[in-house]
């Protein structure tokens, strides 16, 4: 493809140029035979002027050299022939007399000075020709013109041929796809053109999606309203399966507040952005179990699909700043696609660990796979494979979102065995509502308050683990809060904490009101499925009460601190009982 300049060197510039020499040599050719035979005819007439001058004057035929006059005017063109003699006087002219034999050298004139006699100076003849008779450089002026103007018409010819065929039909062909152009600057024109025709289309579709994401967001919003209440005042289902529903309530709202700010970039069309949220530091652990037990309730009538979690110790307190509502859209859309890889029967393993500056997630099925040849392409936009109806959208958000948070997403597959995904994150710091290890102390009464047996059960496993008895760390188990107000009015310990959860079924109070009135805040903790709420962490960071989400109390580290206070009492009162 050459650039516009070179294409005026190569293209047009010869012809120009060609025809252009083409003309100045043949008008210098016609100019150089047309003085060469004009020449030759007037030596020609002279010499048979000499010859016949030489009869009339031996004749003394003044007539002869009159008809010879006539034919060198007519023939060659002649101004003026002079007869002179040896005294330089005129014998005879033709046409005019001047005034005497010398006759005055003139501008494009030819003189001409020829003797009769070889060995005589006079009587001799004397001429003035033009150095063109006057026919011949009308002939010639006609002729150059007629040249030029063929010439012109050539040139003409030849540039609207070459403009055609270069300029306009390529101009024609800007609509077509796969277009070729000679010239450089149009095939940087058609690229642009169709990228602007693309992105034309782009923000079509994308104005359409974002105005079918408003209506969908308006039209689901009052069926929300009315599972919230419904949620709020179910008491009669176990707590995990009302975690559950809140949670699923929750992430429907999320959504549904997600799609009304959607909206698309105009000026990538390849880049989906939404409305400035605000980043947040949230725990990846409890994040990854709600969406995991909501997923496990969506494919619980697929008997052949198993999702497992594995979350190792390191990632305990491994925290990213994210955005919650597209970290749970990003990992929901992953565990989709995976459970449509393996079709009837499969696993989806879901695992989470915390390196220094990192933490990794991995989902790994063993499904299909993904085709090595196009392994690179899944995480473009509009790019879909093994599903008829897939959109294209959710590894290229899932890849976009993570980068815009710091982080990678990692595909590796195999075709046939299943495919391996590898989110990473950068690590951020635990929050001050957060509670990093549960510290307990010899000799401290530990309180667990909750509604749900089976939480009790796990808060019994996990100190019968941590061998409290032999640090003498007690424990108490209560499912009302009026019981713990009760045993508060009773008792009095010196070292003390409270488990508390948050939401306790049939009291209008919740935990942190029964902290908040007991004035125990340093001296209680809240074990709740309510800790993403903002306005619970704010009241805990006020009250001074840390968090502990419900789905970590199996994994959180207990350390039990020597207690020197407790350690003089005991030995004091094993002296007293010795004695």
Excluded at 14 to 25: C, D, E, N, Y
Excluded at 50 to 58: D, K, N, T
Excluded at 500 to 509: A, Q, T
Aim: aromatic share 8%; glycine share 6%.
């Amino acid at each position: 493809m050459l650039s516009f300049r070179q294409w005026l060197q190569t293209k047009l510039t010869p012809p120009l140029v060609g025809a252009g020499l083409t003309l100045l040599l043949g008008q210098v050719l016609l100019v150089v035979v047309l003085f060469h035979s004009t020449k030759q005819k007037q030596t020609d007439i002279v010499e048979r002027f000499v010859f016949i001058g030489r009869e009339a004057l031996s004749n003394h035929q003044r007539w002869l050299l009159d008809q010879m006059g006539a034919i060198a005017m007519d023939e060659g063109n002649a101004q003026i022939i002079l007869f002179c003699n040896s005294r330089k006087e005129i014998i005879w002219s033709y046409p005019i007399t001047p005034s005497s034999c010398s006759i005055p050298h003139q501008t494009w004139m030819r003189f001409i000075e020829e003797p009769l006699f070889s060995n005589q100076k006079y009587p001799k003849l004397l001429f003035l020709f033009p150095l063109l008779p006057d026919k011949r450089l009308l002939a010639t002026i006609s002729f150059i013109v007629l040249c030029i103007i063929l010439s012109g018409l050539f040139l003409l010819w030849r540039i609207k041929y070459i403009i055609t065929k270069d300029l306009y039909w390529p101009s024609q062909k800007m609509h077509e796809e796969d277009a070729e152009f000679p010239i450089q600057e149009f095939g940087t024109v058609y690229c642009e053109l169709q990228k602007l025709r693309e992105q034309e289309k782009q923000q079509a579709e994308d104005a359409a999606i974002s105005q079918i994401a408003a209506q969908v967001a308006h039209d689901i919003r009052s069926p929300l309203a009315a599972l919230n209440i419904l949620v709020s005042n179910i008491e009669a289902i176990p707590e995990d399966e009302r975690i559950l529903l809140r949670n699923s309530a929750r992430r429907i709202g999320d959504i549904a507040n997600n799609l009304s700010l959607m909206k698309y970039e105009k000026k990538d069309s390849n880049k989906v952005i939404i409305e400035e949220k605000k980043m947040s530091v949230e725990l990846l652990s409890s994040i990854l179990e709600g969406i995991v037990s909501e997923k496990r309730t969506q494919y619980r009538d697929r008997s052949g699909i198993a999702i497992e979690d594995a979350f190792d110790q390191s990632s305990y307190g491994a925290f990213a700043e994210i955005e919650s509502i597209e970290f749970k859209r990003v990992i929901s859309n992953i565990i989709n696609n995976a459970v449509e890889a393996c079709h009837e029967k499969g696993t989806i393993a879901i695992s989470l660990s915390a390196e220094e500056s990192m933490s990794v997630l991995t989902m790994q099925d063993n499904g299909k796979g993904i085709p090595r040849d196009i392994i690179h392409k899944v995480c473009d936009r509009n790019f879909s494979f093994g599903k008829k109806e897939g959109s294209g959208l959710g590894l290229f958000h899932a890849r976009q979102t993570l980068e815009r948070w710091g982080g990678t997403l990692v595909i590796d597959s195999e075709e046939g065995r299943g495919t391996k995904l590898t989110l990473s994150f950068p690590r951020a710091s635990h929050p001050a509502w957060f509670l990093p290890k549960l510290t307990l102390m010899e000799g401290m009464m530990v309180l667990v308050l909750d509604d749900d047996s089976s939480i009790h059960e796990v808060w019994k496993a996990r100190f019968r683990e941590r061998d409290c008895n032999r640090d003498n760390v007690m424990h108490m188990h209560f499912n009302s809060g009026k019981a713990v107000k009760n045993i508060f009015m009773t008792q009095k310990w010196p070292w003390y904490l409270l488990l508390s959860d948050y939401e306790l079924m049939g009291e209008h109070e919740t935990g942190l009101d029964l902290i908040e009135k007991l004035g125990i805040g340093t001296h209680a903790i809240l074990v709740t499925s309510h800790f993403e709420e903002a306005n619970i962490r704010s009241r805990c960071e006020r009250l001074g009460v840390k968090l502990l989400p419900k789905g970590l109390a199996g994994t959180v580290p207990i350390e039990i601190l020597p207690n020197p206070i407790y350690q003089e009492a005991e030995s004091n009162f094993n002296e007293i009982s010795q004695v």
